[in-house]
């Protein structure tokens, strides 16, 4: 079994900066990739930012130059690193890592007032 844990979620106005955190623990060989989804009531769910097992990242456009993903592999946990932000980066925020399965988080709200 596998766990993700999120931290790192809440309420900022625009402009302002949040990190997300997300550990993974139990049977972890190796992470393919790892990375955070977000979504919208109604809407899709969305890559935000990902990193595969060789340390390429690809990030949606909306958050290229406001959003930094990075990785300590020495505790498995990925950190989102959001500045700038805007009221439409308002979205449940969820965890995603890639082993011989998909596992996801619970989902951290994110809210960005005007």
């Known amino acids: 079994q596998v766990q993700l844990v999120e931290s790192g979620g809440g309420l900022v106005q625009a402009g302002g900066s949040l990190r997300l955190s997300c550990a993974a623990s139990g049977s972890i060989f190796s992470i393919n990739a790892m990375g955070w989804y977000r979504q919208v009531p109604g809407n899709q769910l969305e890559l935000v930012a990902i990193?595969?097992?060789?340390?390429?990242?690809n990030y949606a456009d909306s958050a290229k130059g406001r959003f930094t993903l990075s990785r300590d592999n020495a505790k498995n946990t990925v950190y989102l690193r959001m500045n700038s932000l805007k009221p439409e980066d308002t979205a449940v925020y969820y965890c995603?890592?890639?082993?011989?399965?998909?596992?996801w988080g619970q989902g951290t709200q994110v809210t960005v007032s005007s």
């Open positions: 990193i595969n097992s060789g340390g390429r990242i």
């Open positions: 995603y890592v890639l082993l011989r399965n998909a596992y």
